[in-house]
């Protein structure tokens, strides 16, 4: 059990098969991967098991853990032992003493509790998590719009500019966290304030995207009065809605229609070739936006935290 010795390895650790192999080649040039936060085990020239973590870059830190492979030609029980004692052996060579570890991420078919196989991989993984402390956190749905299908029309009620600043921006940020149905902003609220949660998200994230500002849109009434807002942006490997939502004074009006349709027409203008969401499962009446948006559940996430 190691650490891959660099890029000559990455065909080693490609044996196992998994959606994000195809951009782990480029995540190791832009520095968001280093091969030390890559581990495999092997039994001569098998690969056994593998975790990788992923980082922003330029951060000394991995940011979360998304490979966990086993290969399921061994028996169960000892593939999951394996996938265990590798997750333990990277973690302590690989994260800081005492430090939690960052969450889990894995992509799932969105019918993954239909197929017993693909139900069989998704839960050994788990397994192998809660065997070392974690939980599930939240599952999520992974959204797509193509050009293929239509851009909604606008509704008409509202009016869109770009944001002014920063801290209009937080302070939108941090009146929309009022009733949030998102997990990851809840579990934020439980440990700081709202608008310490706005900056965690806003420096963590948002500030971190290249793309135009000035796509970034503020959703009024007539008069000027802001009802919501919508962040199109490119999070480097895709066109997304990085961020989406309607004040608590008014929602229920069914505003959020017309801003997604924004938020899409912005990015559908750059001649992108999918524009990218996702929200909650538990999340209903966002999703049920992105559905008439035209938005399809591609794929969903679970996240698995540690305590």
Not at 275 to 303: C, K, W
Request: charged fraction near 25%.
């Amino acid at each position: 059990m190691r650490p891959i010795t660099g890029r000559e390895e990455l065909d080693l650790f490609c044996r196992l098969p998994y959606t994000l192999n195809e951009g782990l080649a480029h995540d190791l040039a832009v520095g968001r991967r280093r091969p030390e936060w890559m581990w495999v085990a092997v039994c001569g020239d098998r690969l056994l098991a593998r975790v990788a973590w992923w980082s922003r870059p330029g951060d000394d830190a991995p940011f979360i853990l998304d490979v966990l492979d086993l290969d399921d030609g061994i028996p169960r029980p000892e593939r999951v032992d394996i996938g265990v004692r590798l997750l333990r052996a990277a973690t302590a060579s690989t994260l800081p003493n005492g430090s939690r570890p960052p969450e889990y991420s894995r992509f799932i078919p969105p019918d993954w509790r239909e197929t017993t196989v693909t139900r069989q991989v998704v839960e050994e993984r788990m397994t192998v998590l809660e065997r070392t402390g974690a939980r599930l956190f939240v599952e999520r749905l992974r959204l797509e719009w193509r050009p293929a299908s239509p851009v909604p029309e606008p509704g008409g009620r509202l009016a869109f500019r770009p944001v002014h600043d920063t801290g209009e921006l937080l302070a939108l940020m941090t009146s929309v966290l009022d009733g949030t149905l998102d997990a990851h902003g809840r579990d934020d609220l439980t440990r700081m304030s709202a608008h310490e949660a706005a900056v965690k998200h806003y420096e963590e994230e948002l500030a971190r995207y290249t793309s135009p500002r000035d796509w970034w849109r503020v959703a009024t009434l007539p008069h000027g009065e802001p009802v919501g807002f919508v962040l199109p942006a490119h999070n480097g490997y895709n066109p997304v809605i990085a961020y989406i939502a309607v004040l608590p004074g008014h929602r229920g009006n069914g505003y959020i229609d017309d801003i997604l349709t924004e938020g899409t027409r912005v990015l559908a203008e750059q001649d992108v070739p999918r524009i990218r969401a996702s929200t909650d499962l538990g999340n209903t009446p966002m999703a049920h936006a992105f559905q008439r948006a035209g938005y399809v559940n591609f794929e969903r996430e679970i996240n698995m935290t540690w305590s």
